[in-house]
């Protein structure tokens, strides 16, 4: 029979169990690991799940797969419109209120950027128009 050992959080009785598979999420993105092991908290008001060394290794390297994807795509969406929308970095860091290099970060997914920049970006890939309004100095593209 397995052992039963207090959970390390609650003090309650922490069940082991073995070949779990596990979801992570960032944002939009998800991915599974599987073949984990440890123990679950059988308190329903602490329900903690404690990973063995092992098995925490794999899902913190797969969380951190899963946020550099995330990055690098979210980096490259804004690339493409930024460039749709022939604007250079400082042209986008000025219309975002960042750092001169701030943009280049995100562009390279060294930063995630904050979901408001995705979501303006976003919108004036679907309505260039609005460009002239938010930077009045640039010309607006035309629609290819």
């Known amino acids: 029979m397995a052992t039963i050992n207090p959970c390390p959080l609650c003090g309650g009785n922490c069940k082991p169990f073995a070949n779990t598979t ?13 073949g984990l092991s440890g123990c679950q908290c059988e ?12 098995s ?11 946020v550099l994807a995330a990055r690098r795509h979210a ?15 400082a042209d986008a860091a000025r219309l975002t209120g960042g750092g001169h290099n701030g943009f ?4 390279k997914g060294v930063t995630q950027p ?8 976003r919108l004036l890939d679907r309505h260039p128009e609005m460009l ?13």
Do not use: M
């Open 132 to 144: 002239g309004e938010l930077l009045p100095d640039r010309s607006v593209p035309q629609a290819a």
């Open 75 to 89: 980096g490259q969406e804004l690339r493409r419109i930024r460039r749709k929308l022939k604007l250079t970095q």
């Open 104 to 107: 280049s970060r995100y562009e």
């Open 22 to 34: 596990l979801t992570i999420a960032h944002h939009l993105w998800s991915d599974r690991v599987t």
């Open 114 to 121: 904050l979901p408001a920049v995705i979501n303006l970006f």
């Open 56 to 66: 925490q290794h794999r899902y913190a390297a797969a969380s951190d797969a899963l």
């Open 43 to 54: 308190r329903a008001d602490c329900a903690e799940l404690h990973l063995d060394d092992d």
